[in-house]
Protein backbone atom coordinates (compact mmCIF):
# COMPACT_ATOMS: atom_id res chain seq x y z
CA UNK A 1 0.00 0.00 0.00
CA UNK A 2 1.26 3.21 -1.23
CA UNK A 3 1.80 5.96 1.90
CA UNK A 4 3.01 9.16 2.93
CA UNK A 5 3.18 10.32 6.50
CA UNK A 6 3.94 13.63 7.91
CA UNK A 7 5.29 14.62 11.56
CA UNK A 8 6.39 17.29 12.96
CA UNK A 9 4.31 20.01 13.22
CA UNK A 10 3.46 21.25 16.79
CA UNK A 11 3.33 25.11 18.43
CA UNK A 12 5.68 27.52 18.11
CA UNK A 13 6.35 31.39 18.49
CA UNK A 14 6.80 33.74 16.34
CA UNK A 15 9.96 33.48 14.21
CA UNK A 16 10.33 29.91 15.65
CA UNK A 17 11.36 26.96 13.55
CA UNK A 18 10.25 23.74 13.14
CA UNK A 19 10.94 20.49 10.40
CA UNK A 20 8.35 18.79 8.84
CA UNK A 21 8.96 14.84 8.00
CA UNK A 22 7.09 13.17 4.98
CA UNK A 23 7.83 9.34 5.60
CA UNK A 24 7.18 7.49 2.46
CA UNK A 25 6.02 3.82 2.36
CA UNK A 26 5.13 1.52 -0.12
CA UNK A 27 7.11 2.80 -2.77
CA UNK A 28 10.36 4.00 -3.57
CA UNK A 29 10.90 7.62 -3.23
CA UNK A 30 13.74 7.83 -5.67
CA UNK A 31 11.34 7.60 -8.41
CA UNK A 32 8.48 10.56 -7.37
CA UNK A 33 8.27 14.54 -6.89
CA UNK A 34 6.97 15.48 -3.02
CA UNK A 35 5.35 17.99 -2.60
CA UNK A 36 3.88 20.17 0.52
CA UNK A 37 1.08 21.33 0.93
CA UNK A 38 -0.81 23.67 3.45
CA UNK A 39 -4.86 24.03 4.55
CA UNK A 40 -5.65 27.00 7.51
CA UNK A 41 -9.09 27.11 8.96
CA UNK A 42 -11.61 28.75 6.18
CA UNK A 43 -8.87 29.01 3.29
CA UNK A 44 -8.71 27.08 0.58
CA UNK A 45 -5.82 24.55 0.24
CA UNK A 46 -2.39 26.29 -1.43
CA UNK A 47 0.54 24.72 -2.23
CA UNK A 48 4.25 25.54 -0.18
CA UNK A 49 7.29 23.88 -1.95
CA UNK A 50 8.44 20.17 -3.74
CA UNK A 51 11.34 18.82 -4.82
CA UNK A 52 11.62 16.53 -8.09
CA UNK A 53 13.02 13.16 -7.57
CA UNK A 54 16.45 13.96 -8.44
CA UNK A 55 16.41 17.15 -5.93
CA UNK A 56 17.66 19.10 -8.95
CA UNK A 57 14.41 21.54 -8.80
CA UNK A 58 12.82 23.04 -5.97
CA UNK A 59 10.31 25.17 -6.01
CA UNK A 60 8.49 27.39 -3.35
CA UNK A 61 5.45 29.76 -3.19
CA UNK A 62 6.71 33.55 -2.86
CA UNK A 63 4.88 33.60 0.51
CA UNK A 64 7.63 30.90 2.24
CA UNK A 65 10.65 31.72 -0.38
CA UNK A 66 13.68 32.79 1.90
CA UNK A 67 11.80 31.19 5.24
CA UNK A 68 11.20 27.49 4.43
CA UNK A 69 13.64 24.76 2.42
CA UNK A 70 12.82 21.49 1.09
CA UNK A 71 15.27 18.83 0.80
CA UNK A 72 15.47 14.93 0.81
CA UNK A 73 17.08 11.50 1.87
CA UNK A 74 16.22 8.63 -0.88
CA UNK A 75 17.89 6.23 1.58
CA UNK A 76 15.88 7.58 4.26
CA UNK A 77 12.42 7.74 2.33
CA UNK A 78 12.16 10.74 3.73
CA UNK A 79 11.79 14.34 2.45
CA UNK A 80 11.90 17.16 5.32
CA UNK A 81 10.69 20.51 4.99
CA UNK A 82 12.58 23.04 7.27
CA UNK A 83 10.60 26.56 8.56
CA UNK A 84 12.27 29.13 9.97
CA UNK A 85 11.31 33.08 10.92
CA UNK A 86 7.43 30.78 11.26
CA UNK A 87 4.63 33.39 11.23
CA UNK A 88 1.28 33.45 12.11
CA UNK A 89 0.18 33.28 8.44
CA UNK A 90 2.24 30.18 8.42
CA UNK A 91 -0.62 28.27 10.72
CA UNK A 92 -2.88 25.24 9.31
CA UNK A 93 -3.00 21.45 9.07
CA UNK A 94 0.81 21.06 6.52
CA UNK A 95 0.43 17.57 3.86
CA UNK A 96 2.51 15.76 1.71
CA UNK A 97 1.78 14.26 -1.20
CA UNK A 98 3.44 12.47 -4.24
CA UNK A 99 3.70 13.19 -7.49
CA UNK A 100 4.66 11.68 -10.90
CA UNK A 101 4.76 15.13 -12.47
CA UNK A 102 8.47 16.61 -13.92
CA UNK A 103 9.29 19.24 -13.02
CA UNK A 104 7.69 19.67 -10.01
CA UNK A 105 4.22 22.10 -9.35
CA UNK A 106 2.79 23.27 -6.99
CA UNK A 107 0.10 24.45 -8.85
CA UNK A 108 -1.26 21.43 -9.97
CA UNK A 109 -2.12 19.55 -6.99
CA UNK A 110 -4.39 17.34 -8.74
CA UNK A 111 -1.37 15.85 -9.95
CA UNK A 112 -0.71 14.41 -6.88
CA UNK A 113 -1.81 10.78 -6.20
CA UNK A 114 -1.16 10.26 -2.62
CA UNK A 115 -1.42 12.06 -0.22
CA UNK A 116 -1.01 12.07 3.78
CA UNK A 117 -3.41 13.10 6.63
CA UNK A 118 -1.48 16.01 7.62
CA UNK A 119 0.27 17.38 10.41
CA UNK A 120 -0.48 20.19 12.06
CA UNK A 121 1.30 23.60 12.77
CA UNK A 122 0.41 26.59 14.78
CA UNK A 123 2.35 29.97 15.45
CA UNK A 124 1.09 32.04 18.03
CA UNK A 125 2.50 33.39 20.95
Known amino acids: QWQVVESGGGLVQPGGSLRLSCAVR????????IGWFRQAPGKEREGVSCIGSSAGSTVYADSVKGRFSILRDNPKATVYLQMNSLKPEDTGLYFC??????????????????WGQGTQVTVSS
Open 26 to 33: GFTLDYYA
Open 97 to 114: ARTPLEPCSIQVPRAYDV
